[in-house]
């Protein structure tokens, strides 16, 4: 099953994909473009990952890592599908990136790779924007670049793990307004999803509703306001997200 | 005749559903519930509140002036700009009184003394001569790390394990801390005193960072920012007893023992 939450007619509501229509919980179908789409889970814990596929390891020049690079966000980086991300006036160069997200469905402490599967919910896709001229060396990435606000987009839907069988051999791609510009599988991680879990949940408990972003392949390039950015994964979602620039963003505001 | 109930701080004990208001006395080390007043270590504490908590990295000028040398040369090549800050994630929150543990094959832990800024209103691009209109109080946060040198990665591995970040016991409202710009940090080791700093030190006030930070993340109540730790943390090893003390704020103490006698579970 794919499952949202969106907001409509003044509410939040679960909702859930039924026949190619969006269901909500109370027997309602309502039209993809008249809701407003909230990030499908919330977690209290996101980690991502850094240069976690070789192609896009090399492309920013660094040798792949002996261990995976993970940083954290907080709960004001994500918003959901169709949302629109700030691209602030003095960006030179911003950059989505598109990602395999995994949602934990239960307490994990200590997991081995065997069992890692076990402590998975189910699957989302991610853009994980980064603006390249707030990168600082320490506690690189720094969070002035990896947890702006809505600068993560997420869904549109948590894919249930029994739907999604091959986790590790999806395709990946990015399009910035129809033309594709990322491509890649999954497979071509570098720490795979239960290598993840298991050294993620050595160094502590994982819980319930704990989102992991896999990292992006090669294929990044700059994007600017008015970009529609559409980050997809066979079988996980089409996530959609709009550029916007200082102005647009703060319309109404002056 | 019963005194007025006139509370300066609020805090959650486990029996609790929800954060309750509570007057604290750190003079005598009590702490009134309503009616019931009752001694700090007589209580199962857990933390007072449930936002997202983010830590700030060399924000004491001690802490800066360790790193000036090394700043200008490989990773790091030049000192920082933006606040530096990671986050604390809720397996790290632990309440007074309950144990750090420490990792197998590990000596010690840091100790970490740092104020939390507690967020009373959503605080987005704040000015910083507004800033303190955002804050609700403030509480002592044990920021527990592995030692480890180089900052150039996030440190998970080092400050995001479970236990690492005792908070509390209560958040003291704002109105009770009347110079937050020069509180006395102090942290002990089994009963001696390591180390003393002081919000004096801080190279960004708590005013700028709240203005640096919310000027690309959104802060929302409940959240707590905390505004570093000194330079030269002290170690703690298995079986001692930490207290981090910041004067007008309150104390957490919490026993450091081996994770392998905590059992599987924190």
Redesign the interface.
């Known amino acids: 099953m794919k499952r949202a939450r969106i907001a409509y007619a003044g509410a939040v509501h679960d909702a859930a994909e039924v026949n190619g229509r969006l269901r909500l919980a109370d027997g309602r179908f309502v039209h993809e473009e008249e809701v407003v789409w909230l990030p499908p889970v919330q977690p209290r814990t996101v980690f991502a990952l850094g240069l976690n596929y070789a192609d896009h390891a090399k492309e920013l020049a660094f040798k792949a890592p002996d261990e995976p690079l993970v940083f954290m966000k907080g709960p004001n980086a994500l918003i959901g599908h169709r949302g629109r991300t700030r691209r602030p006036a003095d960006a030179g160069y911003m950059h989505y990136e598109c990602e395999l997200g995994v949602v934990i469905g239960r307490p994990a402490k200590r997991v081995d790779r065997a069992q890692a599967y076990d402590y998975v919910a189910g699957y989302t896709v991610a853009n994980d924007y980064a603006i390249r001229d707030y990168l600082e060396n320490y506690y690189r990435p720094n969070l002035r670049v990896k947890n702006r606000d809505g600068c993560t987009p997420l869904g549109p839907w948590l894919v249930d793990k029994a739907d999604v069988p091959q986790p590790m051999n999806l395709r990946l791609r990015t399009l910035v307004n129809g033309k594709t510009t990322q491509e890649g599988r999954t497979r071509d991680m570098i720490f795979d999803i239960p290598f993840l879990i298991e050294y993620l949940s050595a160094i502590m408990t994982l819980a319930a509703g704990d989102l992991i972003l896999t990292g992006t392949p090669e294929g990044l390039v700059d994007v600017k306001p008015g970009d529609e950015v559409v980050t997809e994964i066979e079988g996980v979602g089409r996530l959609v997200n709009f550029m916007v620039g200082d102005d647009a963003f703060y319309r109404g505001n002056a | 005749m019963a005194d007025a109930f006139a509370p300066n701080a609020f805090a959650k004990t486990r029996d609790m559903r929800q954060a309750a208001p509570a007057l604290v006395d750190p003079r005598h080390g009590t702490v009134r519930f309503g009616a019931r007043t009752v001694d700090v270590d007589a209580l199962d504490w857990d933390v007072p509140v449930d936002g ?1 908590v ?1 830590g700030t ?2 924000n004491f000028r001690g802490a800066l002036d360790s790193l000036a040398e090394a700043m200008n040369a490989p ?4 000192p ?8 604390k ?4 929150w632990i309440g007074h009184g309950k144990p750090i543990p420490l990792p197998d094959r590990e000596d010690a832990v840091e100790i970490g003394a740092a104020l939390g800024v507690v967020i009373g209103r959503t605080a ?1 691009r704040v000015k910083a001569a507004e800033a303190f209109d955002f804050v609700r109080g403030y509480t002592v946060v044990n920021d527990v790390c592995l030692p480890h040198a180089s ?7 080092q400050r ?3 236990g690492f970040c005792p908070i509390g016991p209560w958040v003291i409202e704002r109105a009770a801390v009347t110079r937050p710009e020069r509180l006395t940090l102090r942290v002990f080791v089994d009963g001696g005193l390591r180390a003393e700093n002081s919000t004096a030190h801080l190279v960004r006030s708590i005013p700028q960072l709240l203005a640096d930070v919310t000027d ?5 109540p409940g ?1 707590i920012l905390h505004v570093g730790t000194p330079e030269q943390a002290p170690l703690a090893r298995a079986g001692e007893r930490v207290r981090v003390e910041i004067e007008g704020v309150g104390w957490i103490e919490n026993p450091v023992m081996r994770e392998a006698e905590l059992g ?3």
Request: proline letters at 20%; one cysteine or more.
């Open positions: 997202t983010y990295l060399l990773p790091y090549k030049e920082p700009k933006a606040p530096i800050l990671y986050l994630p809720p397996n790290t987005s900052l150039f990665r996030p440190p998970i591995r995001c394990r479970d690309f993340m959104t802060l929302s959240d599987a579970a924190p």
